[in-house]
Structures are given as structure tokens and as C-alpha cells.
């Protein structure tokens, strides 16, 4: 609300990526940009159903956008890139499906993702105690924090991938603040986050003692 608040005195244009708004977990709650009490003409919202209900293939995002002017504008801009609209009838058909029939499944997975990341907390304390987790609000993202070691995640990420056979995504991707992180996806089995789990202590234990 502060950083909106900011935004509104200075004239500036919001544009919300609440594209994992519907994977938040239980003890945590989303409230939209569109929920605060803002000017709400300068404000973009952009989601889709790709992520919360794993259609990524549907290749379909969504765009609400109150101010009448500006929609006008995005939409002769995205006409003129041939953008405008989809023209896939079963991207619209899984999107309507997703949304209106999706949720009971939804909340499974968000189920499944926490039981995953409190797997993960559970194993990294007792394999890497010195790696710190950052604790999630939503997604199915883990950010593990491997600072303490760690001082160029980028290659470090490729010879964790071709020794341990283990891809995880470096924080340095994402900007300096990201520099001894990685990033790893819970949205999968549980078996296979063990195996992963297991790749990632006995690489890193190796490197540590090294």
C-alpha cells in the first residue's frame, strides 16, 4: 500500500504481475493491487491461469486495465504487433475450464508444494545447516541461500549441473541482490525432490570441504 501510495503522488503508472496470485499458501493471504484503496486509472493488472493450473501451453495472459484510454492504447499497440487477441480456441477453452472448474485441484497443489518446501526445510537442516531458506509467501519457488560459500552462483550452477547432474536457477539472474542464491522449483514429486536434495548435500558438502 506504501509503494502504491508513492506511485499515486508521482503520476506513476502500476503495472501488477499477480500471475502467482493463486498459488498463495494457507497461512498467507494475497490482496490485489485492485483491492487497495488507489487511484485505480493508473493502474495495469496482468495474470494468467498458465502457472496456478499448469497449462503454460495455453500460452494466455490476461490484462485489466480500469482506465478506458489506456486499454484502448495497449490494445492498438498489441493489434499492431498481431497480439490482440488469441485465436487458439482451446487456449481460451483451458482457461475457462481452469477458472471455473480448477480450484479443487488448485488447492491440492498448493498442498502439495508446502508439504514439498516443508520436506525441504527438514532436509536441508539436517544435511546443509548452513544454508538459509527464505521463508515463501506463494509460487512454487524455493530461494535457498547459499552465501555463505557461495560468491558466483552463476557457475557454480553449471558445475553443480554437470557433476551433480542437478539444474537450480542462480539468484544472480536476478540481479545483484540475487548473487548467492539459487532457485529451485517444488512444483514436482516428492521423490524427486528427495533425489534432488540428495544431488545438492553431497555436492555441496564436497565443495565445503574442499
Request: aromatic letters at 10%.
Amino acid at each position: 500500500m506504501h509503494l502504491a501510495s508513492i506511485c499515486e503522488r508521482h503520476n506513476i503508472v502500476i503495472i501488477s504481475d499477480e500471475v502467482y496470485a493463486d498459488l498463495v499458501i494457507d497461512t498467507k493471504i494475497f490482496t490485489s493491487i485492485l483491492a487497495l484503496d488507489i487511484n485505480k486509472l493508473k493502474v495495469v493488472l496482468c495474470t494468467s491461469p498458465n502457472k496456478a493450473f499448469n497449462i503454460a501451453g495455453a500460452s494466455l495472459g490476461i490484462g485489466i486495465v480500469p482506465n478506458e484510454a489506456m486499454r484502448e492504447k495497449i490494445l492498438y499497440i498489441l493489434q499492431d504487433v498481431n497480439c490482440q487477441y488469441c485465436e487458439n480456441p482451446l487456449s481460451l477453452a483451458a482457461t475457462i475450464s481452469a477458472y471455473s472448474e480448477g480450484y479443487d485441484c488448485l488447492k491440492l497443489t498448493t498442498k502439495h508444494i508446502q508439504h514439498n518446501h516443508n520436506l525441504l526445510e527438514n532436509i536441508i537442516k539436517q544435511t546443509l545447516p548452513w544454508v538459509h531458506i527464505v521463508e515463501p509467501d506463494f509460487s512454487y519457488f524455493a530461494w535457498l541461500d547459499f552465501s555463505r560459500h557461495v560468491k558466483d552462483s552463476r557457475s557454480i550452477g553449471y558445475d553443480l549441473a554437470e557433476k551433480a547432474g542437478l539444474a537450480l536457477w542462480p539468484g544472480s539472474d536476478f540481479g545483484k541482490m540475487g548473487e548467492g542464491f539459487f532457485r529451485m522449483n517444488l512444483a514436482c514429486p516428492q521423490s524427486m525432490l528427495e533425489e534432488g536434495l540428495n544431488r545438492l548435500s553431497t555436492y555441496f558438502n564436497h565443495y565445503v570441504e574442499q
